[in-house]
């Protein structure tokens, strides 16, 4: 098994065929391997620079790929910007071209303005992966987010997602309808209306709209989970004044919380998945992360074999066979 197109950078998801994304799994299933194994160790990107270049804030995405450079045998350095010379003024281009200089073979940018990571893989050479860029895009939560499905139910073609809640900020649903569709799963966004704007024709121009997958968009929650697989709630994500579009917490939380009560609306079957990080108690009740229908955990420990799979994909020498 090959890629279809060769990668030079994960900008968004869709630069994957279905074939692309199996290929990145079956990789994955065969690094899990070594994750679990004795020895957490492999020469794979051994003598490469791996740096990870975060200026919004995160704890699973910066970690798991700096624990999988590191289980990799790569030598992986966090920069962010506060402590470095992004506070002193220097341009977004010349820091990430000096990162470059330096010696990085491979920059994974996460960074608060839509597009930036498709910016400096305009203005430099190395392998860009975004991690992350502002409301638009998050490739390799999406990668997590299929493999997770994919290993607990299999066959992802004809499943019914339901996507809850903050839509309208956030770069995971937009990859994720990418993907789903991709893999032939059906996509449903549930929300206030004034956090369900139709934001695939807000954002594309006119000549790619076609090429969009079909979405459902509703505020009816009982509607929208009733047939669902799986349901991904959304973090309400108050630094970009998400509160600002509903009338106030408690009436959100009344109408659009994931709990045992609205889960009632949804087939016993139905998956639970959240991106993370949790607003336990606002999108989600804690005790529903924890429970037999919850898949993030999961979500989580599948993060680090699939950047694994990445990483050896945009910088390594070995192949699936090789590895
Ligand atoms: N899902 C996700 O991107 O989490 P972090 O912000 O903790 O990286």
Do not use: W
């Amino acid at each position: 098994m090959i890629l279809d197109n060769k990668l030079n950078n994960l900008l968004d998801i869709d630069q994957l065929t279905k074939n692309d994304i199996l290929y990145i799994f079956e990789f994955a299933e065969k690094l899990s391997l070594i994750l679990n194994g004795p020895v957490k160790k492999v020469p794979v990107l051994r003598g490469k620079t791996i740096i990870n270049y975060f200026s919004e804030p995160s704890t699973r995405t910066r970690v798991s790929f700096e624990n999988a450079g590191k289980i990799l045998s790569a030598d992986v350095i966090n920069v962010s910007s506060s402590g470095s010379s992004d506070e002193k003024g220097e341009s977004f281009i010349n820091a990430v071209q000096t990162l470059e200089s330096i010696g990085a073979d491979i920059l994974i940018i996460r960074h608060s303005d839509s597009g930036a990571p498709y910016f400096v893989s305009r203005n430099i050479q190395i392998p860009v992966i975004n991690a992350g860029d502002g409301s638009h895009a998050h490739p390799t939560q999406t990668l997590i987010d299929l493999y997770t499905v994919y290993k607990s139910i299999g066959e992802i073609e004809g499943l019914n997602l339901t996507i809850l809640g903050d839509n309208i900020h956030s770069r995971v649903s937009r990859s994720a309808v990418l993907g789903f569709s991709t893999l032939g799963a059906k996509v449903t966004f549930c929300s206030p209306t004034t956090m369900n704007a139709n934001f695939l024709s807000d954002n594309i121009s006119k000549e790619d709209i076609d090429n969009y997958p079909a979405v459902i968009y509703t505020s009816n929650l009982k509607d929208a989970l009733s047939e669902s697989d799986l349901i991904m709630t959304l973090r309400t994500q108050f630094e970009r004044k998400a509160s600002l579009v509903f009338p106030n917490i408690n009436e959100y939380t009344r109408l659009f919380k994931l709990s045992n009560e609205s889960l009632k609306y949804a087939p016993d079957k139905a998956k639970i998945l959240h991106p993370g990080p949790m607003n336990l108690g606002v999108e989600i009740d804690g005790y529903l992360s924890e429970s037999e229908r919850s898949l993030i955990n999961q979500q989580v420990m599948n993060s680090v074999a699939i950047r694994m799979a990445l990483l050896i994909i945009l910088i390594g020498e070995h192949t699936l066979d090789s590895i």
